[in-house]
C-alpha cells in the first residue's frame, strides 16, 4: 500500500518535471507545484522506510528544482537526502538536482563539483550531468577553484576526466594527471580513445592530405582531405603523438588499468599513425595470443592489417595470399549477410557497425593498397582496389571510372581489357574482380576513347567495335566551322554521330591527305576542325571527355597528361589549321586557317588560379596582367597585315570582339 501510495503520487508530479515539447518552453503551474511539494513533505514524514523517504525527498526537490525554488533545493536535499544511506538511483539523481540548483543560484565551483560526483556514481543521467557539469563551469576560471572542493585523489581525478572530456585540444597532461590519481578510473579508456581521434584528425588526415596533395594517388576522393596547412601542423603534433604512444605503453602495464590490452593496442595504433611499423609491430605481437574480447580482437586485425600493408616493400602475390584473408573478413562485416550485400538501398556510410566497417574497408583499399600499386606501377590493381569498396556504396559514387578515365592510356587500358578476360586470376584478383564497381564493357569503351585521344583512329575503331550498342549517339557535328566556341547544340544541327564514326572519319581524311594532294589543303582543314571540336572549347568535347566542367576555361591542371594538354591547349588542331593553310594558295582560305590558329594560341596562356595565390592581392595582379596579355594574340598582327583585305578578316571584325579591339587598338 506505501508504494501504491508513492505512485500515486509521483504521476501527479510527473507532469510538472518533465518536459512535453524541445520546441516550446515549458508552462508550469506553480500554485498546484507548491501544493504538490507541501503533499509530499507530508508523505516523506510519514513514510516508514529510507526507500520510500528516499523517493519522496526525490519528488519535492525535483518539484522545487523545476518550480525556481532553488534554495529550496538545495535546503531539502542536505535535510532529506544527504544522511539517507540507501542504496539507489536517486542518490546521485537527487545529488544533480542539488548541483542545478547551486548553478541557478551562482556557485558554479560546487555545482560543478557535484555534477561530476553524480556523472560518476552511476549510468542514470549521465550524459545530462555531464553538461550540467559544462555549463557550471567557467572559461576564464581557475582549474584549481573547482578541484579545491573535492575531498580525496579519487574525486580529483573523476573531476579532472571531466575536464579532459571537454577539452578539444590535445590532452596528453590530463591524462596523466587522472592515471597519477586513480589508475583505476573507469573514463581513462574513454579519454585514451577520444585523444586517438584527435590525432587521427590532426595528424594522420592531414599527413594522408599531404601524401594526395604528392600526386602519390593521383585523383581526389570524395571524402579526401587536401588542405595546404599540413606542414605545420604535422610539425606540431607528431612530438605530441609519440609521448602519447609511450603514456598508453606504459601504463598497459600497470594492473591497476582498466582495458590494458585497449591501452596497449592505442599505443600499437599510434605507432602505426607516426609510420613506426617496427615499433607497431614489437606492440601487436604479444597480442595476438592475448585473451582478448571481441571487439579487442577486431581492433587488433584492423590495425595489424594496417601496419602489414604499410610496412610492406613490395606488394607482391605471397604478399596479397597473406593478407586476403584478413580482407575478406573485412569485407563480410560490411554486410549483415549476404541477401543485404550489393542492395541498392544500403548506404554503408553512417556510424553503426557495419558503416565502419565499409569506411576501414574503403580506407584501406583506397589510402593504402591503391597507392602502393600506383606507386608500383600497377595501375591495373591501383584500379580495382578503389573500385572493391564501391562495389559496396550507390552507384553515384564512381571514382574507380574516374581513375581509369583519367590516369591509364590507350594502351594501359587494353592490358587490363585482357587481364580481365583472360579471367585467369590468382584468389586475391579474383577477390578483387568479383567485389568491384568496374566491369570490362566499361575498360572496352575506355580503351576505344583512349586511342581516339592518341589520334590513333586503327586502334580506335577496333576497340570501339568491341562494344556494340556502347557507342552513345552524339547530336552534334564534329567537324563544325565556328569562328566562336560553342558548346551547346546549334539550332538546325541535324548532324549526329558516336565515336566510331569519328574515328573512321578521321582516318579516312588522314588517307586522303596522301592520296589527293589536290584538295589536301581542304582534307587539312577539315582534320584541324575534328582536332579543334573534341577540344574542352570544341562542339563535340564528348566523344573524347564523359563529363565537362563550366569552369576550367584556359586552365591546364597540375600534372596533365599528353591529352590533358592538349584538350585545354588545342596544339594538335594549331598545327593542322597550320598546314592546311600552308597547302593553300587562297588568301580568303589562309586567312581563315590563321584565324582558327589565333583560336587555338589564345587557349595556351595559362589563366592565374586563385587557389594558386597566398592572397587576393597577388592574384588580382596576376589577373590584370594576364587580361593585357591574353588580348596580344600572336597571330593578330600577322592576320592584320597579311590579310587585312579579305573578306574574311573584314567579316571576323564584326564577329569576334577580340580581334576588333585589338585592330581597333
Known sequence: MEALGYILYAKKVEPHATGISEWEPEK???????RLMKNGLQLYTAAKTDLFKLKYAYQVIRLAHYNNRS??????????????????????????????????????????????????????????????????????????????????????????????????????????????????????????????????????????????????????????????ETDSLLRKEK??????????????????????????????????????YKKANSLLAPLKTANLNARLQDQWMLTNLL????????????????????????????????????????????????????????????DILSKRYKAQGNLDKALLAIGSPESLMPEYYDQSTEFLRSQ?????????????????????????????????????????TAYLRDHNYDKAIEWLQKVPGQNKVIEKDPFKELLYDQEERLPGDKVTTNKLAYAREMKRLQGLVKTDAANAAQHLYKLALGYYNITYYGYA?????????????????KNATDFQKDYYCATTAEAYFKKAMEASTNQEFKAKCLFMMAKCSQKQLPKP?????????????????????????????????????????????????????????
Open 28 to 34: 508550469r503551474d506553480s500554485i498546484v507545484m507548491d
Open 71 to 228: 534554495n529550496d533545493a538545495i535546503k531539502y536535499y542536505d535535510e532529506m537526502v544527504s544522511a539517507n544511506t540507501t542504496q539507489s538511483v536517486l542518490q546521485p539523481m537527487s545529488l544533480a538536482l542539488k548541483a542545478g540548483a547551486l548553478f541557478r543560484t551562482g556557485k558554479n565551483h560546487e555545482a560543478a563539483y557535484l555534477f561530476s560526483k553524480a556523472f560518476h556514481q552511476g549510468q542514470a543521467k549521465k550524459i545530462s550531468n555531464y553538461y550540467g557539469f559544462d555549463w557550471a563551469v567557467v572559461r576564464t576560471d581557475n582549474l584549481k577553484q573547482y578541484l579545491s572542493f573535492c575531498k580525496n585523489d579519487g574525486e580529483k581525478a573523476d573531476m579532472l576526466s571531466l575536464f579532459a572530456l571537454r577539452n578539444p585540444d590535445n590532452g596528453l597532461a590530463f591524462l596523466k594527471q587522472v592515471y597519477q590519481l586513480k589508475p583505476s578510473s573507469d573514463l581513462l579508456p574513454t579519454l585514451v580513445v577520444r585523444e586517438i581521434n584527435k590525432y587521427e584528425e590532426r595528424y594522420l588526415t592531414p599527413l594522408i592530405g599531404k601524401e594526395y596533395n604528392s600526386g602519390l594517388l593521383g585523383i581526389s576522393y570524395y571524402y579526401q582531405y587536401t588542405g595546404k
Open 239 to 276: 612530438p605530441e603523438l609519440g609521448a602519447f604512444v609511450e603514456f598508453v605503453n606504459n601504463i598497459s602495464k600497470d594492473a591497476k588499468v582498466k582495458d590494458p590490452a585497449l591501452m596497449q593496442l592505442s599505443a600499437a595504433y599510434g605507432a602505426y599513425v607516426l609510420r613506426d
Open 307 to 366: 601496419v602489414q600493408i604499410s610496412s610492406q616493400d613490395k606488394i607482391d602475390a605471397a604478399f596479397e595470399e597473406k593478407i586476403l584473408p584478413s580482407l575478406r573478413w573485412l569485407y563480410s562485416k560490411c554486410f549483415k549477410n549476404e541477401k543485404e550485400k550489393g542492395e541498392e538501398n544500403v548506404y554503408y556510410y553512417g556510424n553503426e557497425e557495419k558503416g565502419q566497417s565499409y569506411k576501414f574497408y574503403r580506407n584501406v583499399l583506397v
Open 408 to 448: 591509364l592510356n590507350g594502351q594501359q587500358a587494353e592490358a587490363l581489357y585482357h587481364f580481365l578476360a583472360a579471367k585467369k586470376f590468382t584468389p586475391f584478383e579474383q577477390f578483387l574482380v568479383t567485389n568491384n564497381r568496374l566491369k570490362i564493357k566499361t575498360v572496352a569503351d575506355f580503351a576505344g
Open 541 to 557: 568535347w564528348n566523344l573524347v571527355e564523359y563529363w565537362r566542367s563550366g569552369a576550367d576555361g584556359y586552365y591546364v591542371p
Open 609 to 665: 588560379q586563385y587557389s594558386d595565390f597566398g592572397n587576393y592581392d597577388e592574384y588580382r595582379q596576376k589577373a590584370d596582367k594576364y587580361e593585357v596579355e591574353f588580348t596580344h594574340n600572336r597571330y593578330y598582327p600577322q592576320l592584320k597585315a597579311q590579310f587585312g583585305n579579305t573578306k574574311f578578316y573584314k567579316d571576323a571584325l564584326t564577329r569576334c570582339s577580340y580581334l576588333s579591339d585589338f585592330a581597333a587598338k
